[in-house]
């Protein structure tokens, strides 16, 4: 007799993920008809199958889910308690019911019965097979994979398939392909082998696979039997007023079932024109037809890559659905035409200025920033070794994390839990703390108060449910800094641009309104170093539009400092400020550029050019060596350590860089054809919140961290600043991340605020970007809510106003 393993501690009575039919017994294969890796692997001896509903209207997972004997459970507990394995993710498979996975079934001579579907993530012709125990009958078979077909059709067509006809959900019955390779037992490996995806890889990678495979005749143009993404017709061009560039070139349309780049035209022409006032057009026309209309702005995320001769970029629907396509030019003499066109466009549109009035160097600085930086294709053994010995040394850290699932409080009763305000408020801002392992979340005009505990979970502390003027003025705070040892909290009035308060944690009120000065308005403010918070020092850095300055709380009257105040005669529109352990100023501005200053009061020692995006957020290492910059498209990190000349050693924040050494940014941005995924799973543009270093006293920032939409993201700093391959990894949420930070102290784990819940999660749960990772399934909360200070489990999600 077999059982399935107990999984409510990872659902918690969630209705959501109700299955919806299952087949109660058979064994799970991978299957690899045309690999030399071994032909079939055994997954799951005794396994049941299911379809389960997920958080997301119309979104279903097909679930796999092992099953053991009598008496295997209660060791496979122990395993795990014992530092084992992640039991979900070796007891679980779960797929994202998608007609890429071409689902079928089959009953074969004998009475076999066998369900197939697509491994997204492995290699041409590999299959994923449940071979139904002889003890299943044929109509349940066949109804699971009417209930299969129902799913697809769902997430489709975003509508209910109760009235979809029959013709209709043929459109996913995939039972033409060629007959299901027999799932025999040849190999059955103690560990699943690590799948590797042509979207996976590095833009780079995506581009010499489009010339080689082209050149072995391995990737078919579109119309070759199978089934492409098919992009949707070309918009009408405006009438153009000066072209910028025209050149010839391939044209390649990444397709989100293979994920590769599939051949469309040998040969298109390509054009840049200005069509209006700092409005811009790219328009791509072959012989027979106009392939693409597409306005050239920030959204195209263009990346060049001069190795393999080849652009990549996005281009979007009117219904906002994205599209990421390939130009491969015959030479490197035309697309550096083609880019300079391009990129005068796009830099033009974004700061309203002519290119021609721009410097040559910091047009070579914007041209560089747009090229594609990831082109190592094969790691030294050195570097392998490397990332060996960091997976070894992460993998032992998590076991002894003692980060481990907590059982449901069944008992709790609905009217004892709140899922969200009345007020329609939702989490707004996170600030962590440094001093005492707590994080604060803005919500409306109240904030919540979370604990860090010992084994990396998140447990509610307080509520401070009003935030108030000293006058009882309540109002919800526009920014939020944790300051004096994280015992007081400074707040922004966003109606009262002139004033600040303090408010004092240990009583949760605000005690204190500080004018700041009659005439300079608050635009934002930071630390006066980056760990100054951790002591009781009380002076920090202020910015309005045009000015930098410091505040000192312990002056009478006016709280600037006058002695320290630096305006600008020109409107340079700061927008952010970051400073380093030693004090050294990095200030952002809505233009795109950035200055460094060793202390306030003088003239910037090193000015950053702009490369068009007005910059939302800024973050300095402690040691002052990477300044990272976060646009809505794109990050900017940039190295301030200067290499060469009479400054070798010296920072950009303590001397100038020489006039044609300026440092080259690297310009982090998601592949084109991940963020055509990325759309075409969400259809809501690119937004990154303002990103982050990990950071600690005396710790070495190794990490970076955005989101965007539903996305969580980090960055390996050593990949980025070595060029390897896949330097980000993700995590999908059901709902849109609002803020996001490291834990003080470490990379290892994430504080994620979402709408309504706020987790802490181990940054190993991030997986790299493939189309099914993309693709979901969303890691959903429980619908069900938790008292405040109930633990719920493996990402401690507190359900709750928070």
């Known amino acids: 007799m077999f059982m399935l393993r107990n999984v409510s501690k990872y659902i918690f009575g969630d209705t959501s993920k109700e299955s919806i039919i299952e087949i109660p017994q058979g064994q799970l294969y991978l299957v690899r008809p045309l690999s030399p890796k071994g032909y079939s692997e055994l997954i799951f001896k005794d396994a049941a199958a299911s379809i389960r509903r997920t958080g997301q209207d119309f979104q279903y997972q097909l679930v796999i889910q092992r099953a053991y004997e009598e008496g295997e459970e209660e060791l496979a507990e122990e395993d795990d308690e014992q530092g084992g394995a992640d039991g979900l993710d070796k007891d679980e498979k779960t797929f994202l019911l998608d007609q890429a996975l071409h689902f079928r079934s089959e009953v074969r001579e004998g009475g076999a019965k066998i369900l197939a579907w697509r491994d997204l993530s492995g290699d041409i012709g590999d299959l994923f097979e449940f071979v139904c125990d002889p003890s299943v009958p044929s109509d349940k078979v066949t109804t699971f994979e009417l209930a299969a077909l129902q799913c697809q059709y769902e997430r489709k067509y975003r509508r209910s398939a109760q009235r979809a006809t029959e013709q209709e959900l043929q459109e996913f019955s995939f039972q033409e392909e060629r007959p299901i390779p027999s799932a025999s037992p040849i190999a059955s490996p103690t560990k699943s082998r690590t799948h590797s995806s042509a979207s996976g890889d590095s833009t780079a990678a995506m581009a010499r696979d489009v010339e080689y495979a082209n050149a072995k005749g391995q990737i078919k143009p579109a119309g070759d039997g199978e089934e492409f993404t098919v992009a949707p017709p070309s918009a009408a061009q405006p009438e153009a007023r000066e072209i910028l560039a025209k050149e010839t070139a391939e044209l390649h349309l990444f397709d989100f079932q293979s994920g590769t780049f599939v051949l469309q035209d040998s040969k298109i022409v390509a054009t ?53 396509w390939l130009l491969r030019f015959n030479d490197q003499e035309t697309e550096e035409r083609f880019q300079e066109g391009l990129m005068q466009a796009l830099w033009e549109q974004l700061n309203e200025m002519k290119w021609t009035k721009v410097k ?71 600030a962590v703390g440094y001093k005492h392992d707590r994080s604060f979340v803005v919500r409306g005009s109240k904030i919540g108060v979370f604990k860090h505990t010992p084994n990396n979970n998140l447990e509610f502390s ?47 009120k605000i005690v204190d309104e500080w004018k700041v000065h009659d005439d300079i308005p608050v635009h934002t403010f930071a630390p006066e170093n980056k760990f100054s918070q951790m002591t009781s020092a009380q002076p920090f850095i202020g ?122 940014p690297r310009r982090l941005g998601l592949q084109p054809a991940h963020v055509a995924q990325f759309q075409h799973e969400t259809k809501k543009p690119l937004a990154f919140t303002p990103a982050r270093f990990n950071t600690g006293v005396d710790s070495e920032e190794t990490s970076i961290i955005t989101a965007t939409g539903p996305f969580i993201i980090t960055w390996s700093l050593k990949k980025v600043t070595t060029g390897r391959r896949d330097p980000y990894t993700i995590k999908r949420y059901s709902e849109e991340v ?65």
């Open 462 to 508: 307080t509520n401070i449910s009003k935030v108030e003027t000293p006058k009882g003025k309540l109002f919800s705070p526009k920014k939020v800094m944790l300051h004096a040892e994280d015992s007081n909290m400074i707040l922004q009035n966003g109606d009262d641009p002139n004033s600040l308060y303090r408010m004092d944690l240990e009583y949760g």
């Open 360 to 430: 040559e160097n910091d047009r070579e600085y914007v041209l560089d920033a747009f090229q594609d930086l990831t082109m190592e294709d094969t790691e030294s053994e050195e570097q392998q070794a490397e990332e060996e010995e960091e997976a070894e040394e992460e993998e032992e850290e998590d076991q002894d994390d003692g980060q481990r699932s907590e059982h449901y409080d069944t008992d709790e009763e609905e009217e004892d839990v709140v899922t969200r305000d009345d007020d329609g408020n939702v989490n707004s801002q996170l």
């Open 543 to 664: 910015a309005s539009q045009n000015a930098l300055y410091r505040i000192d709380p312990r002056l009478a009257g006016n709280k600037l400092v006058d002695a320290e105040l630096k305006q600008y005669a020109s409107k340079n529109d700061f927008s952010s400020v970051a400073t380093t352990e030693k004090g050294y100023l990095a200030v952002a501005s809505n233009k795109g550029d950035i200055r460094m200053f060793d202390r306030l009061g003088i003239n910037a020692k090193t000015h950053i050019p702009a490369l068009g995006e007005p910059i939302i957020g800024l973050d300095v290492s402690a040691d002052g060596r990477w300044v990272l910059a976060t646009c809505r498209t794109y990050l900017l990190l940039i190295d301030s350590l200067q290499k060469g000349g009479k400054n070798e050693g010296k920072l950009g924040f303590e001397r100038s860089f020489a006039k044609d050494s300026k440092p080259q």
């Open 738 to 802: 609002m803020a996001d930070n490291f834990r003080f102290g470490s990379d290892k784990n994430v504080i994620v605020a979402l709408p309504n819940e706020v987790n802490m999660v181990a940054k190993k749960s991030l997986q790299r970007p493939t189309r099914e990772s993309i693709a979901g399934p969303p890691v959903t909360p429980s619908r069900r809510s938790t008292r405040w200070g109930s633990r719920l489990g493996r990402a401690e999600i507190v359900n709750s106003p928070y």
């Open 272 to 324: 840049v024109s200005e069509v209006g006032d700092w409005q811009y057009w790219l328009q791509i026309s072959g012989e027979e037809k106009e392939w693409l209309g597409q306005a050239v702005v920030a959204d195209i995320n263009p990346v060049f890559n001069f190795e393999y001769l080849s652009f990549i970029f996005n281009a979007y629907g009117e219904d906002g659905s994205a599209f990421s």
